[in-house]
């Protein structure tokens, strides 16, 4: 009977974020007329205007989200007192975070600053108060789900290719998850404020496994490679492998939209303006600019996926395996050594396909 695990956050302690966010920064700034357009849709709201980034991490991107809000509220409501919440989990870089945001390419060097706060927590609770958002943003963060899962799968650490009971199991899971992201958010919500969920998604794809194509299924499919070949040799514990599973589900427009339709309660507290999952354009391969150079294309993917995947990986497999409070940072190191040199050999054959979900809700009234 596949398991779960409540206790492990799944992104706590990302690294070298800035320096390996760049589909992260090209995503905010191709959002600024999103984000300039619902900015002025919520200008006329008779309160403050509040702008949330929920999961805003320590990078750019924060920066670069934030800033056409701003920009448009100053411009057209001048006389406003605006105010910024930056919202994250404890172990968000919130130094950097903070220098950015007052540094030279921040958005506090300008006539009538923001005032600026963090909320330090998990978005699966309470961040804000009561209606005090006028428009909340999440980029690449709600795909990650409350806590990393224990399944009885042995063939893969990646819910796309789950099946059967595990990943029953699992959906149950990240729609529930998805469901109370949306309450909580409602109750955050300004009536009339909006809420911009933009993050990794799926398509549907016939012939391939659940029939759903899911981005980044070559970066797991590495990883996946790289753990079976560590398992074999006895240097990760099999049993510890055949559980671990990433703590995520990039969701479908159909998966979406569920919680709408099955009478959670949600299509009482927002209209929904977009539920929507497009491809990116040219297919979402960051590093093609380094295709030609094998060594130079898989370093940039091992420091990629580190970024995001390291802590995971840490809390789900390493530390299990080499036990509590031992050093795990050898066999992180050899995971992401072997990682690397998968890519070097057969580069494009794991290229990153991305596939993102956006998601516009107005608060309903009342
Ligand atoms: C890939 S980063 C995205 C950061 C930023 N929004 C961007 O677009 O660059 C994901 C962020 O989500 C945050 N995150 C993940 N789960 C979270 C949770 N349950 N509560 C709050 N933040 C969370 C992580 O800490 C991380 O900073």
Redesign the pocket.
């Known amino acids: 009977m596949p398991e779960n695990d409540e206790t492990t ?4 302690g ?1 690294v070298d ?1 800035d320096a390996n ?1 760049l589909a ?2 090209e ?2 700034l191709g959002n600024s007329a999103v984000i300039a357009d619902l900015a002025r849709r919520v200008a006329d709201l008779p309160f403050d205007l509040n702008f949330t ?7 750019q ?2 920066i670069e ?1 934030v800033r056409p809000a701003l920009d448009t509220w100053s411009t057209l409501k001048p006389q406003k007192s605006v105010s910024v919440c930056h ?3 404890p ?2 870089d919130w130094n950097t975070l903070m220098g950015l945001a007052t540094g030279k390419n921040g958005y506090l060097n300008r006539a009538h600053p923001p005032l600026v706060s963090a909320a330090v ?4 609770e309470r ?1 804000v108060p009561d209606s005090s958002v006028s428009l909340g ?6 795909h ?1 789900l ?1 806590s990393t899962a224990h399944l009885n799968a042995p063939n893969t650490l990646w819910f796309a290719d789950l099946t059967g009971d595990a990943r029953h199991v699992m959906w149950q899971k990240a729609k529930d998850d998805w469901t109370r992201f949306l309450h909580l958010r409602a109750e955050e919500l300004h009536p009339g404020g909006f809420l911009f969920v933009s993050t990794i998604g799926a398509v549907p794809e016939a012939g391939e496994i659940n029939d759903t194509a899911a981005s980044g299924r070559g970066i797991y499919r590495a990883m996946q490679a790289v753990t079976v070949s560590m398992a074999e040799e006895g240097l990760l514990d099999r049993s510890v492998a055949d559980k671990f599973v990433f703590g995520l589900w990039f969701l479908t427009a159909s998966e979406a939209r569920e919680p709408f339709e099955d009478g959670s309660g949600l299509a009482d507290l927002y209209d929904v303006d977009t539920i929507d999952v497009v491809g990116v354009e040219g297919g979402g391969d960051v590093f093609s600019s380094h295709v030609d150079s094998p060594a130079e294309y898989a370093k940039e993917y091992a420091g990629y996926t580190k970024a ?1 995947a390291a802590s995971s990986l840490r809390t789900g497999l390493f530390e299990p395996t080499l036990g509590e409070g031992k050093d795990t940072t050898w066999l992180e190191d050899e995971f992401f050594r072997r990682f690397e040199e998968l890519y070097r050999e057969k580069t494009t054959a794991y290229a990153l396909e991305q596939w993102h979900l956006k998601v516009i809700l107005r608060r309903k009234p009342g």
């Open positions: 956050p799944s992104t706590e990302m974020y966010s992260q920064k995503h905010a980034d929920y999961g805003c991490g320590p990078g991107s924060a989200t919202a994250d989990q172990g968000n927590g998990s978005f699966y961040l943003t999440c980029f690449f963060a709600s990650w409350r995001f």
